[in-house]
């Protein structure tokens, strides 16, 4: 029946009650099947269908009244003891709620029941009430009719849809569209026949990208924010359900429900691929529920694997357009259809790891193909771009080992400046904005190194590290453009694919080495660094793909375009219509490596909001009042004093309603940090495994809530640093139990408050780190000098770990060892106004301490005056303020300190960090500020301590980040207008340690540094 002749205001009370009743009969449903004696539970079950079937019936809608009609009577059944609670009557029932789910969906969002076939499901209801319902037939005749494919797929393909839990979503229209998801099934007789299964991947897979079917505006939003969600849980699950395989059923019907839940979404948009294989993965878990199959360790491997999947899927779908870019996933619908058949790992354990590769490499050919088909490149340009690349990538390499030896070198920097240039244009012209941003980042590097009087061997470890960073994009790149495995150019012995390549890396070490006789790329020699970068610009231009291939056979120099080769883009679509879809598509691949970053929404709890809304209430009265009072002084019906008083007391209610609306605020953007913890099990079980070391996480103070803001960008650096912990904080097994440890590692992950902060610590019980062993290891990359090295306590000498491109790793793994991890970390956790803290112990362990604000927006400061300008300290960091004589300084180690109740405290005055004018040495009476750098404490000088205020923190902005101001997190604007920095207390105590080590004529002041 139509909604246009109902009341809106009925109807949408409908919708609200009918989901309601379908969320509160499902999960009871899967609990009762673990009770079936639970009579209550039938109640909760009878009840809310007993609802649906009246008010349905009230609305005149007669086909959700009918199947909530046959729905109840069976219920009804049950709760008198007439039938017994069996699987096949299980599935029934969720066979039934879902067709309702999606006749009450159809009918909120096109306004009629849709085509919902639910006939074959009275049909099996009436069965089973008069006693004939074979189990066998239920999920092959009812349940699962409403979504078979089409009757022209295989039989083969409906075999394994027979022990499932019914799906009956699908409209008419998606059925039409789904018989692609079935159609990668292999024949089943054809596998049975054969002693080794080897999955194939669908030679007929389109990947075309395609609309999915959204209803409103936010429909495809809330779907993916949904998947997101189910993916988190489907890894919780399966990782509960690696531990302890046993009496696990409950955690069995939750992970069974996720899939079917996924299953269920992906169908209602129409996307094929993720509904094919939630529903292989949903018939394996039934049979997983119901006894037929034990849950084991290749099953949870197998079903991880297939989660991972899921979630690519899921990262392929396109926000602005609407459109999924498809990916092959045959290989594993066709492992969970084998193991469902089977009920048995045994044919696919040899599989599961190579069916998941051969997935990843049909995916990456299928990416590569659909790159290079939706950006109009044909062959030659995809060869042109890899061979430049790859020659780029080896003049990079060959410049930054020249430059080692003889920094002055400046032809060899500006070779450097134009290789980076070349690949900057390469990847604009590829569409691939993110890299050529990156590429110009660098670039940009290596000109101001260049232009400034600097030395440049202070920039190479820098750009080494920002080296590395982009070849692996760049590596990354061209395996998508190829869908085949990127070899990288700059490792000498690597073997090449082809002959030239192989032969080319022979000369590199010689003085001058002969061109390869026919490669797309000659590898530059050292004298040739600045000749081979002749052609900056990148492959042809668009318009010219066909005319840059004959010149390809002899040399790649004549194809580059010229600088300006971006620009032909925007002129070319006339030219070539295929080339106009680049700017959209390279807008729509940007966006899949951060949308892991985080949701556009957040939850709120509605007594929060209910506050909120009494605030607002309260702040309207005040606005009144203030008016009121205007009017009175307009029109002097009061005297000036009392009105004065009065609007006194209506400022201090201003400034009450404000704190408690800035609170509440605070309060609804608070989120546990739960959602960010959630990744790391399956994170720590992927590294045990692949490093071979038993390891156990132990995560605490999950509910411990932070700023929205922080927990979307504290979930990198924590990645970072579990590796590290996994990785080469804890040893193997053999260490350990030589050391006398147990052979099973821990890595503890822990959130809780400190003070008005809240802190993140990531510890482990592995081998430490040895303090001389990192002053050594720096010594040798030349971080820092012998005479620096002796001059370090421990705990400074821990600090090293943070050093651009350090790393005291032994071997480089594919974990970690690169040194650009915990680099990283120091960059972020700075960005989030926090610091980090590293404790360790040789032999016992290591534990690392995020310190970071409970808001990115808002803080308590104390501001202070130096040399005539304000600036403000985190309250945060405050222990204490104090007022010192001169006369009790002392020297100790060539610094100021003060005996302050029994402790030895350092002084030095702020205005000598910041390069501003000193006083100190002119006053008997000092203000001091005593600040706190996790347990460490140094006292600052300043000219007056001024007063506390609650300040709004605004970053410095891209221009004076450039250069780089130590010891300034930010800026305020206080109410007078005027700029007021924000000072970093973290960086200032770093600052204060070197400026006893350093010559007076060495030290560069922070803020004279950007003049």
Not at 202 to 207: A, I, K, L, S
Request: charged residues 25%; aromatic residues 4%.
């Amino acid at each position: 029946m139509s909604q246009d002749f109902l009341d809106p205001e009925i109807l949408a009370d409908f919708f609200v009650e009918a989901k309601e009743h379908l969320e509160t009969i499902e999960p009871n449903l899967l609990e009762l099947e673990k009770s079936p004696e639970n009579l209550g539970l039938l109640n909760e079950i009878f009840r809310p269908m007993h609802s649906l079937k009246g008010a349905s019936g009230f609305l005149g809608l007669n086909k959700i009244n009918g199947l909530a009609h046959k729905a109840e009577n069976i219920l009804d059944e049950l709760r008198q003891g007439s039938m017994h609670v069996t699987g096949a009557i299980m599935d029934l029932i969720l066979s039934a709620t879902d067709a309702l789910r999606t006749m009450v969906d159809n009918l909120e969002n096109s306004g009629i029941e849709g085509d919902v076939d639910t006939t074959p499901i009275i049909a099996d209801i009436e069965k089973a009430l008069a006693g004939e319902l074979d189990e066998e037939v239920t999920g092959e005749q009812g349940g699962d009719s409403p979504v078979i494919p089409s009757p022209g797929a295989p039989e083969a393909t409906v075999k394994p849809v027979v022990e499932t839990v019914p799906d009956s979503i699908a409209t008419s229209s998606q059925i039409a569209t789904e018989p692609e998801p079935a159609s990668p099934a292999v024949d089943t007789e054809d596998r049975a026949m054969t002693s080794s299964f080897q999955p194939q991947p669908d030679p007929n897979f389109d990947d075309t990208p395609y609309i999915l079917t959204t209803v409103g505006e936010g429909h495809l939003a809330d779907f993916l924010e949904e998947a997101q969600e189910i993916v988190e849980n489907l890894n919780r699950c399966l990782l509960a359900l690696e531990g302890d395989p046993d009496g696990s059923d409950e955690m069995i019907n939750d992970t069974f429900r996720y899939f079917h839940n996924l299953k269920g979404n992906s169908g209602i948009i129409g996307f094929k691929e993720l509904n094919a294989l939630t529903h292989e993965a949903e018939t394996l878990l039934n049979k997983v529920r119901k006894g037929d199959m034990e849950c084991s360790q290749g099953l949870i491997d197998l079903l991880l694997a297939a989660v991972d999947l899921i979630e690519e899927l899921i990262g392929k779908v396109d926000m602005e357009t609407n459109k999924v870019s498809p990916v092959d996933t045959s290989v594993m619908v066709q492992l969970l259809q084998k193991v469902t058949e089977d009920l048995d790992m045994a044919a696919v354990e040899g599989a599961v790891a190579a069916g998941k590769d051969e997935a990843g490499e049909a995916q990456d050919s299928a990416a590569g193909t659909s790159f290079a088909q939706e950006h109009g490149y044909d062959q030659e340009d995809v060869t042109l771009f890899v061979s430049t690349i790859n020659q780029q990538l080896d003049s990079a390499s060959v410049a930054l080992e020249l430059l080692r030896q003889d920094a002055t070198q400046m032809d060899i920097i500006d070779a450097l400046f134009r290789t980076f240039q070349t690949i900057q244009n390469s990847t604009g012209y590829m569409g691939l904005n993110e890299i050529k941003e990156y590429a110009s980042r660098t670039a940009g590097l290596v000109d101001q190194g260049r232009k400034s009087d600097i030395d440049f061997t202070l920039m190479l470890d820098i750009l080494d590290q920002e080296f590395s960073i982009l070849k692996e994009m760049l590596l990354q790149a061209i395996a998508d453009v190829t869908g085949e495995a990127a070899v990288d150019p700059t490792e000498k012995g690597q073997t090449s694919k082809s002959e030239a390549e192989s032969e080319s890396s022979a000369p590199k070490s010689q003085d001058e080495g002969a061109a390869p006789s026919a490669p797309p790329a000659p590898a530059p020699t050292p004298q040739a660094a600045e000749v081979k970068q002749e052609p900056v610009p990148s492959p042809a231009p668009v318009a010219e793909p066909v005319a840059s291939a004959p010149p390809q056979s002899t040399s790649p120099k004549p194809t580059p375009a010229p600088a300006s080769q971006p620009a032909p883009k925007s002129a070319s679509p006339a030219a070539s219509k295929s080339m106009s879809n680049v700017p959209s598509k390279s807008a729509a691949n940007t966006p899949a490596p951060t949308k892991p970053k985080g949701s556009s929404t957040i939850r709120v709890d509605h007594h929060k909001l209910d506050h909120l809304m009494n605030v607002i209430g309260e702040l309207i009265i005040n606005r009144n009042r203030y008016a009121m009072l205007a009017r009175a002084l307009e029109e002097g019906h009061e005297d000036v004093h009392v009105v004065a008083q009065q609007l006194t007391e209506t400022t201090y209610a201003m400034a009450r309603i404000s704190d408690d609306l800035q609170d509440t605020i605070m309060k609804v953007r608070m989120v546990p940090v739960q959602t960010v913890f959630s990744r790391f099990p399956r994170l720590v079980r992927d590294l045990s495994r692949k490093s071979g070391k038993q390891v156990e996480l132990i995560m605490e103070g999950e509910e411990t809530e932070f700023d929205k803001s922080v927990v979307e960008e504290i979930g990198d650096p924590l990645v970072h640093l579990v590796r590290n912990a996994v990785d080469h904080g804890l040893e193997d097994e053999q260490e350990r139990v030589q050391a006398g440890k147990k052979p099973k590692g821990h890595v503890w992950l822990r959130a809780y408050h400190k003070g008005n902060s809240v802190a993140i610590e990531v510890e482990d019980d592995g081998r430490g780190i040895d303090p001389d062993k990192l002053k050594q290891v720096a010594i040798r990359k030349g971080v820092i000098t012998p005479e620096e090295a002796n001059a370090m306590d421990d705990r400074e000498a821990l600090d090293l770990i943070f050093a651009p491109g350090f790393s005291s790793a032994e071997k480089v793994t594919d974990i970690s060892g690169r040194g650009v991890g915990m680099d990283v970390v120091k960059t972020n956790i700075k960005n989030l106004k926090g610091s980090v803290n590293t404790q360790s112990e040789v032999g016992k362990g290591t534990r690392l301490t995020l310190t970071l604000p409970l808001t990115l927006a808002i803080i308590d400061a104390l501001m202070v005056q130096v040399a005539g300008d304000t600036f403000a300290i985190p309250l945060d960091a405050v222990s204490e303020t104090t007022k010192i004589e001169f006369a009790k300084l002392s020297d100790v180690n060539n610094r100021k300190a003060v005996t302050l109740r029994g402790e030895v405290l350092g002084i030095v005055e702020l205005a000598e960090l910041l390069g501003l004018p000193q006083t100190m040495d002119e006053r008997e009476v000092l203000p001091m500020v005593v600040i706190q750098d996790n347990d460490r404490r140094l006292g600052l000088v300043v000219d007056r301590l001024l007063e506390r205020q609650e300040i709004v923190i605004k970053p410095l902005g891209q221009y004076l980040n450039n250069f780089n101001l130590k010891g300034l997190s930010g800026a305020t604007i206080m109410g007078d207008g005027s700029v007021v920095l924000i000072l970093d207390p973290h960086e200032i105590y770093s600052l204060s340690t070197q400026l006893g080590r350093k010559e007076p004529s060495a030290s560069v002041p922070a803020l004279s540094s950007g003049k």
